[in-house]
């Protein structure tokens, strides 16, 4: 099984910037689908943006944040700038083998890391 680890979350001001990592192990990095979705409280969980063969981004983020991965490291990235208020939640990373499903949809994912907090104040 492939296992996720998130880190890099914190506490910052409104637009300013944050770098999120999640490491990964377990099974070759470089054959999976990965995605960051985020979730605040009493909200769904809900997506952000993708990688695999191209990169997809949330309308709410779109501009703001990158996604990369560095397979050598096992590892996918969450650049995080201009952050807003309304950004706040829990970021949790997730990992799917490649194939035709639709990457933004949460259900299609089998795993999972913890999550890392990310709050922003205004």
């Known amino acids: 099984q492939v296992q996720l680890v998130e880190s890099g979350g914190g506490l910052v001001q409104a637009g300013g910037s944050l770098r999120l990592s999640c490491a990964a192990s377990g099974r070759t990095f470089s054959s999976y689908v990965m995605g960051w979705f985020r979730q605040a409280p009493g909200k769904e969980r809900e997506f952000v943006a993708v990688i695999g063969g191209t990169t997809y981004y949330a309308d709410s983020v779109k501009g703001r944040f990158t996604i990369s991965r560095d397979n050598a490291k096992n590892t996918v990235y969450l650049q995080m700038n201009s952050l807003k208020p309304e950004d706040t939640a829990v970021y949790y990373c997730?990992?799917?083998?490649?194939?035709?499903?639709?990457?933004?949809?949460?259900?299609?994912?089998?795993?999972w890391g913890q999550g890392t907090q990310v709050t922003v104040s205004s």
């Open positions: 997730a990992a799917q083998r490649t194939g035709p499903w639709i990457k933004t949809r949460l259900e299609n994912y089998a795993y």
